[in-house]
T-cell receptor, first 115, second 114 residues
């Protein structure tokens, strides 16, 4: 398996523009997580899905952020409008349900810079 | 609630030195415990895990033992290399129901000098 695939790897955009980050989880994994990492705040869970359904979106910072998972092999995280404080590395991760729990597999991340 | 506490970094060692990164946790029940590693410019990778008390996880020369009596999961390596320079994260999963949400430590940065 190719692992968790994220695109793009790098994104530079101007303040106010819409940004869409994409993730393809490992085939067969039924959990998908979106994280944000910054030097100031560390690793933050934004939202996670189980079987394509959002389970916990309490980490989504504000209404400018939205996430969807239209099918088991694709998810998007959208920021509209983007702001400079959204600059961070965004990671997607996937995992399997069932016991024992073997942890997440992370993608390589999307480095977002909003200027 | 559940929580993970890691020793603060940065940790700076010379090559071939012994490494310990402390991790303690607070959790109800019987959590699973994990160490993840993040190399510069990359995503997090699972380094090792333990799913029950007294289990020892090991990988790439790193080890950690799940100690329920001291609620700890310290990461150790007998002889570090420059290539081990990275940020190390301790994490737990409560295993309650089908909960797959990991609780993370803040990460410990390790720099190994030649």
């Amino acid at each position: 398996d190719a692992g968790v695939i994220q695109s793009p790897r790098h994104e530079v955009t101007e303040m106010g523009q819409e940004v869409t980050l994409r993730c393809k989880p490992i085939s067969g994994h039924d959990y998908l997580f979106w994280y944000r990492q910054t030097m100031m705040r560390g690793l933050e869970l934004l939202i996670y899905f189980n079987n394509n359904v959002p389970i916990d979106d309490s980490g989504m910072p504000e209404d400018r952020f939205s996430a969807k998972m239209p099918n088991a092999s694709f998810s998007t995280l959208k920021i509209q409008p983007s702001e400079p404080r959204d600059s961070a590395v965004y990671f997607c991760a996937s995992s399997l349900s069932g016991a024992p729990f073997h942890g997440y597999t992370f993608g390589s991340g999307t480095r977002l810079t909003v200027v | 609630g559940n929580s993970v506490t890691q020793m603060e970094g940065p940790v700076t060692l010379s090559e071939e030195a012994f490494l310990t990164i402390n991790c303690t946790y607070t959790a109800t029940g019987y959590p699973s415990l994990f160490w993840y590693v993040q190399y510069p410019g990359e995503g997090l990778q699972l380094l090792l895990k333990a799913t029950k008390a007294d289990d020892k996880g090991s990988n790439k020369g790193f080890e950690a033992t799940y100690r329920k009596e001291t609620t700890s999961f310290h990461l150790e390596k007998g002889s570090v290399q420059v290539s081990d320079s990275a940020v190390y994260f301790c994490a737990l999963s409560s295993n309650a129901g089908n909960n797959r949400k990991l609780i993370w430590g803040l990460g410990t940065s390790l720099a190994v000098n030649p």
